[in-house]
């Protein structure tokens, strides 16, 4: 298997910049994001981010991780990555406490 060695930011053919770090070996495939993601909206949302044992809690939650309400139309962003951590909506006011 073939190895290559670089430094700064990395650009691709398809528009990703930005800057690699870590370990990565074999393919990577897919959409790469810098410490948040974005999940396509769903209803019941704010019951799920309310559940400190749903999957959203448990799973991959990272600071700053993105989920779109479609009941009440707001955006639910993570503040931290414990299963406890709020989440804090968009509108500046309205924030989850899972429990």
Do not use: C, E, H
Request: glycine content about 16%; overall charge negative.
């Amino acid at each position: 298997m073939a190895s290559t060695t670089f430094s700064g930011p990395v650009t691709s053919t398809n528009g990703f910049v930005g800057n690699i770090t870590g370990d990565v070996t074999g393919s990577v495939t897919g959409a790469v994001y810098s410490n948040y993601t974005i999940t396509p909206g769903q209803t019941g949302l704010a019951a799920a981010l309310g559940a400190v044992g749903n999957a959203l809690n448990t799973s991959g939650k990272v600071i700053g991780r993105t989920l779109v309400d479609l009941d009440s139309g707001l955006i639910y962003v993570a503040t931290g990555t414990a299963a406890a951590a709020p989440w804090k909506a968009s509108d500046g006011t309205t924030s989850i406490t899972p429990a």
